[in-house]
């Protein structure tokens, strides 16, 4: 297990916890009551600390190496998954992945933003930051959706969209307002489950849905910390203070109303447990599903755009 700066008590207490372990297995002493002495100790600090964290504690979290990726989600809480590859213009980005699936009994269409493990992955999959194709991609998923009936669940956990030259030149921006614009208009339910980070645009160019969760240890901002403390203190070293002010913890979206729920993670992070996790975010979709069964696709579309309009209102008391 990879620890986060923050997590450095538990870290040590685990050290601990290891070398009794080996002591009691080498020596064939009985150390059973201390080991779980320990174990209450850490457990305890951990639900202490998960539960009074700051915004960059939880950003360190969000892109926490081992958490919870689209493709391991999607295995966990579906079966039948076909993956479909290429946006039929001009490549296959890895960084969005997306197929048909079940989930439950639901035949669905799914598309998740995809970061790599390790190094050599990441790369692969560009840090999970997608160029054009990858949207034109999720867009070709999206029209396959509403033309077969099935519903869209997306996944979304990027930097942002990727900002070299080669994707601005084969149209970025267009891109992703296109996918906001073609979402917006579509009649089948839509429902967006932000997994670890959603980083602006790119985020949101899969995420105009009429269900929006989180993660409980996710977040969702405009830009990040660290970019956002460049430009206003001239200094990404304050990302700490950038993160508190840029309100981009669950909860904050919630109160705002710019997400639905916040879906609960195992104490310590979504990576403590993928399967804990695949099975609460399983959990909130199929509830969604089943209530979308009966609501008519025209009701659907025009939910969603009234959703999406209401956002950021200004109520003026003078």
Do not use: W
Not at 87 to 116: C, E, M, T, W, Y
């Amino acid at each position: 297990m990879e620890y986060i700066p923050f997590e450095r008590p538990i870290a040590e207490l685990e050290q601990k916890i290891d070398e009794l372990k080996r002591v009691s297995a080498s020596q064939a002493v009985n150390l059973d009551r201390e080991i779980g002495e320990l174990k209450d100790k850490a457990d305890q600090l951990r639900v202490d600390m998960f539960s009074n964290l700051s915004g960059y504690e939880k950003t360190q979290i969000a892109r926490h190496p081992h958490r919870p990726n689209s493709l391991e989600l999607i295995q966990a809480m579906s079966s039948d998954f076909l993956e479909l590859h290429g946006d039929r213009n001009f490549q296959d980005d890895k960084a969005i992945v997306g197929g048909l699936a079940l989930i439950g009994s639901f035949p669905v269409v799914i598309i998740g933003h995809q970061k790599g493990r390790g190094t050599k992955d990441n790369i692969y999959r560009n840090f999970g930051m997608p160029r054009p194709e990858g949207y034109r991609k999720a867009l070709r998923l999206m029209s396959l959706a509403e033309r077969f009936s099935r519903p869209i669940i997306t996944l979304v956990d990027t930097p942002g969209a990727y900002p070299g030259v080669g994707a601005e030149e084969r149209g970025q921006s267009e891109a992703i307002a296109k996918n906001i614009m073609v979402m917006a208009k579509l009649k089948v339910p839509i429902i967006t489950v932000v997994i670890g980070e959603g980083g602006s645009g790119g985020a949101l160019a899969i995420a105009v849905a009429n269900r929006v969760h989180m993660l409980e240890h996710s977040i969702y901002s405009v830009i990040s910390p660290e970019g956002c403390a460049s430009i206003l203190f001239k200094d990404a070293g304050k990302a700490d203070e950038a993160a508190q002010s840029l309100r981009l913890t669950a909860d904050f979206a919630l109160d705002n109303k710019l997400v639905d729920s916040i879906i609960k993670e195992p104490t310590g992070g979504a990576h403590r447990s993928i399967d804990l996790t695949a099975k609460a975010i399983k959990t909130q979709i199929l509830a969604d599903l089943k209530y979308f069964e009966s609501v008519d696709p025209n009701l659907l579309r025009s939910e969603r755009i009234d959703k999406y309009l209401a956002m950021g209102a200004v109520v003026d008391h003078g």
